[in-house]
Each structure stands twice: as structure tokens, then as C-alpha cells.
């Protein structure tokens, strides 16, 4: 059975300073990694996705992935209070997206003011 | 560009009784899911469709979830007859790659 895992938090960082989310999957054979930002009440957001191993950076925000450890983070440099949120790590298995994403429950990210 | 939507956004309907779901998929996703979220569990995949057919349907949990999405447009999600762990969000999402799946708010189901 397919597995994320994340560290559900909360995870507290003060503003101006670098949060660090981490998402371990268990099936090898995972292609695509994605982290989405969910407020609350709200939908799933797409920050980021990556595919090859290495760092992708977007904006204020860095996706790390490590194949052979089957691990992933994302980096949020400058954290912003606005950036308070449940951050979920997704997987799209060897499939093709067939049979879907496979979500980890998700980090709840506090910036402290 | 309109999201995705989904109706009814909050539903609270008794154990037994039916509940249908709706989702509009962004015009010319021709993939849609349907993801649930029970509480204290994480997101789960229920189903996929490929325009109006089903590519996998390996997360629907039993025969009293039926979903349909006749000509490949919005798409129902219906739950006969309910039951109490039924409780939870149920969320659509579309994607007209693949790849980049982009949710709706979810419709939040209250069994009881």
C-alpha cells in the first residue's frame, strides 16, 4: 500500500526566516511529487511540483526531492505570516496519475509575527 | 477562468438517506477525481475519470458510492444509503494533463 508521510505539527517559524517541510513515500516507483497549501475550510493549492531529482525553485519556494532516499521538502524562504497553512505532500505513482494522487495528512505551518 | 466547483458546499443528511454530489470540472479538463477526506485522515483518491469514462475506480470503499459523469462534462457523486463514516469532504478535482490538478473547496458531508 502507497504511504506518505509528513510531520503533522504544528511546525511554529518566526517571520523573515526559512520553514522546512519534509515528506517521506514509500512506493519506489513514484514519478511526480507535489506539495499543495491548504487554508482552512479551502482547497488544496499547487505550489510546486517536481520530477527530477535536485532542488526546483520557484519564487520564495524551493522543492527538494531525493529519489534514492524517497524523500521531499519544500523550503519557504522569507516565511510570511500569509504563508500559515496546511502544506500537503502528494505522490502520483508509476501509473500515470490512473489511480490518483496519495496525500500525507499534512503539516500545519505557523509563522510567528 | 471559473475553478473547480462543487455543490452542495455543506450537507448534513440522516444515516440511511441519499446525498448527491456535484462537480463542475474546469472547462476542457477531460480528467476529473474525486478525492475524500475523512476526519483526522488524510486525503484520499476515490476515482478517476477520463471524459465520461472511468480510468480507475480502485479508491471507491463499497457499492454505495456510485459516481457518473455522462458526456464528459460535471460529474455526480452519489451515496446510498449513507452511513455514519461516510462524514467527511469530498473534493474534485480536474486536470487537463494530468499533472497539474487543480481542487475544488470540497462538499462537506455530515452524517448523522
Known amino acids: 500500500q502507497k504511504e506518505v508521510e509528513q510531520n503533522s505539527g504544528p511546525l511554529s517559524v518566526p517571520e523573515g526566516a526559512i520553514a522546512s517541510l519534509n515528506c517521506t513515500y514509500s512506493?519506489?516507483?513514484?514519478?511526480?511529487f507535489f506539495w499543495y497549501r491548504q487554508y482552512s475550510g479551502k482547497s488544496p493549492e499547487l505550489i510546486m511540483f517536481i520530477y527530477s531529482n535536485g532542488d526546483k525553485e520557484d519564487g520564495r519556494f524551493t522543492a527538494q526531492l531525493n529519489k534514492a532516499s524517497q524523500y521531499v521538502s519544500l523550503l519557504i524562504r522569507d516565511s510570511q505570516p500569509s504563508d500559515s497553512a496546511t502544506y500537503l505532500c502528494a505522490v502520483m505513482g508509476s501509473g500515470g496519475g490512473a489511480d490518483g494522487l496519495t496525500f500525507g495528512k499534512g503539516t500545519h505551518l505557523i509563522i510567528q509575527p | 477562468e471559473a475553478g473547480v466547483t462543487q455543490f452542495p458546499s455543506h450537507s448534513v443528511i440522516e444515516k440511511g438517506q441519499t446525498v448527491t454530489l456535484r462537480c463542475d470540472p474546469i472547462s476542457g479538463h477531460d480528467n476529473l477525481y474525486w478525492y475524500r477526506r475523512v476526519m483526522g485522515k488524510e486525503i484520499k483518491f476515490l476515482l478517476h475519470?477520463?471524459?465520461?469514462?472511468?480510468?480507475?475506480e480502485s479508491g471507491m470503499p463499497n457499492n454505495r458510492f456510485l459516481a457518473e459523469r455522462t458526456g464528459g462534462t460535471y460529474s455526480t457523486l452519489k451515496v446510498q444509503p449513507a452511513e455514519l463514516e461516510d462524514s467527511g469532504v469530498y473534493f474534485c478535482?480536474?486536470?487537463?494533463?494530468?499533472?497539474?490538478?487543480?481542487f475544488g473547496e470540497g462538499s462537506w458531508l455530515t452524517v448523522v
Open positions: 512506493d519506489r516507483g513514484s514519478q511526480s
Open positions: 475519470f477520463v471524459k465520461e469514462s472511468k480510468q480507475d
Open positions: 478535482a480536474s486536470s487537463l494533463t494530468g499533472n497539474t490538478i487543480y
